[in-house]
């Protein structure tokens, strides 16, 4: 009979359900065990999120009717998973719902071919809701190998977390840098710059962009249609392969006390709690952070600064930076956080972000300067990586026991911005979008300094 801490009783007392099938004696194993469990987990979700990396990128300019839209239904189809979160779980389990979002994966991909709005739309609706299982089960499983590796090692849990986050998203952020080297070389086409049209370019690119306006007097063009096809072929195989490398390497894992609950009311009921009694609402600005610099960057920063001022053909090398940025950062902190608090981390990230931002607004990039394509997504990306790997590495620290209600919730408020940000992608200019980024910086900043503030009142209350 499985331990009684997998189950929670229903109202009624009379029954117990589990939410995630527990073998009658969970064997943990060693050490080496749970690291070669996190890089299968890495390697997967490296393979399997490249697909929709590359798309966030190019669907704007690859579908211009109706790519923004279908990527607004696809995170607005994540926002659900408050109610399908614990009916998906319990009946997949904590493994099934990652090979569940392999394939909505493979079908978004698919749906690519015959981008029509009454398929694409409603696809990209549908696959949602297994994109969001599988990225808070892979925060689950990240927290639940940190925690035993800390138990069998008896390292602190704090720096065991940050660690395992780091190597995870170091790994995973290779999604962005092999799915844009590929859609590099496959959409590369020489083209020939003009001085004459500099003046153009500054005024329809960069903080001058409008998605509404004339743009054919910048660099902004579409590749022929065989060459799309190729691309979506090679990303359909690569998700074929997290699928399988999914289903016959990686492990489930059970529930613990506080991620046994029995259905969608008991789960929101715990959700509740966890918002205002944990004060759980005031790392939400933080997720929120998270979503908008990663749409900026992948959406905003490629279609008005990098394909209208160079060329499309330019945008998954300046997304490789991004994603070399973010690798690097996640190594870099991984092990940092033995070593400098989470704070100090913080302010570095928010502090790369403003200076990013502020050279948006005041310095005219073209392709006179190359280099700036480049380096500002690097730097980008270790910002990114600090908001991202820490952020989920200081929640699971402070949540251990509620990993899946408290991962739903993070993952939600991220979704929750990436639906609104591409909602409004097509009717607002981009010095509006630089200045929302620098108010939402800020916000999540403040929000992270004053749950520090009540936990420590907390503990010493």
């Known amino acids: 009979m499985p331990p009684d801490d997998a189950y929670v009783e229903k109202t009624d007392f009379s029954e117990r359900t589990p939410l995630l099938p527990t073998p009658a004696d969970p064997v943990k194993g060693s050490k080496w065990t ?23 990128s190019l669907d704007g300019i690859l579908n211009p009717e109706i790519g923004m839209y279908a990527l607004t239904a696809h995170y607005s189809g994540t926002l659900i998973s408050f109610v399908t979160a614990p009916v998906i779980t319990r009946k997949f389990g904590a493994k099934g719902t990652i090979l569940f979002g392999w394939g909505g994966q493979f079908l978004f991909v698919a749906a690519h071919f015959y981008p029509q709005a009454y398929l694409l739309v409603p ?68 083209i020939e710059y003009n001085v004459s049209v500099l003046a153009n370019l500054s005024e329809l690119c960069g903080p001058s962009f409008c998605p509404w306006e004339d743009t054919s007097g910048t660099y902004l063009r579409q590749p022929e249609q065989y060459i799309v096809y190729i691309l979506l072929g090679v990303f359909l195989g ?6 399988l490398t999914t289903l016959f390497f ?14 969608a009311r008991a789960f929101c009921g715990k959700v509740g709690h966890l918002m205002f009694k944990r004060k759980l609402v005031l790392l939400i600005p933080i997720f929120m952070m998270i979503g908008l610099e990663q749409q900026f960057m992948m959406t905003e920063f490629t279609k008005g600064f990098v394909s209208c001022e160079i060329g499309i053909q330019y945008n998954g090398w300046s997304m490789v930076c991004f994603g070399s940025g973010q690798i690097v950062g996640s190594l870099v902190t991984g092990r940092l956080v033995k070593f400098v608090n989470w704070t100090v981390m913080y302010v570095v990230a928010a502090c790369c972000n403003i200076g990013c931002l502020t050279t948006m607004l005041y310095f005219e990039a073209n392709f006179t300067t190359m280099e700036y394509y480049f380096l500002v997504p690097f730097a980008w990306g270790l910002a990114d990586s600090v908001w991202m790997t820490q952020s989920l590495a200081f929640t699971g620290h402070m949540f251990p026991e509620e990993k899946w209600p408290v991962f739903v919730v993070c993952r939600n408020s991220l979704y929750a911005t990436y639906a609104a940000l591409f909602a409004y992608s097509n009717f607002v200019c981009m010095d509006v979008k630089i200045y929302i980024a620098y108010g939402m910086v800020t916000l999540s900043f403040m929000s992270f300094i004053l749950f520090s503030i009540f936990r420590r009142f907390e503990k010493t209350g």
Do not use: C, W
């Not at 492990?251 to 259905?263: C, E, M, R, V, W």
């Open 123 to 190: 696809v990209a609706f549908f696959v949602g809701i297994g994109h969001a299982q599988t990225m808070i089960t892979n925060a689950v499983y990240v927290t639940t190998l940190a925690l035993r590796y800390s138990d069998l090692t008896k390292q602190p849990q704090e720096s065991v977390m940050g660690l395992f986050n780091g190597i995870f998203y170091s790994i995973f952020m290779f999604d962005g840098v092999i799915s844009n080297t590929l859609s590099s070389l496959v959409l590369i086409k020489p």
């Open 238 to 243: 690569m998700v074929a392969v997290a699928f």
């Open 250 to 263: 990686l492990k489930n894992i059970p529930a613990t006390t506080g991620d046994s609950l029995h259905g």
């Open 34 to 56: 749970q690291v070669a469990q996190l890089l299968i987990l890495s390697v997967v979700h490296m393979l399997g999120v490249s697909p929709l990396a590359a798309l966030l």
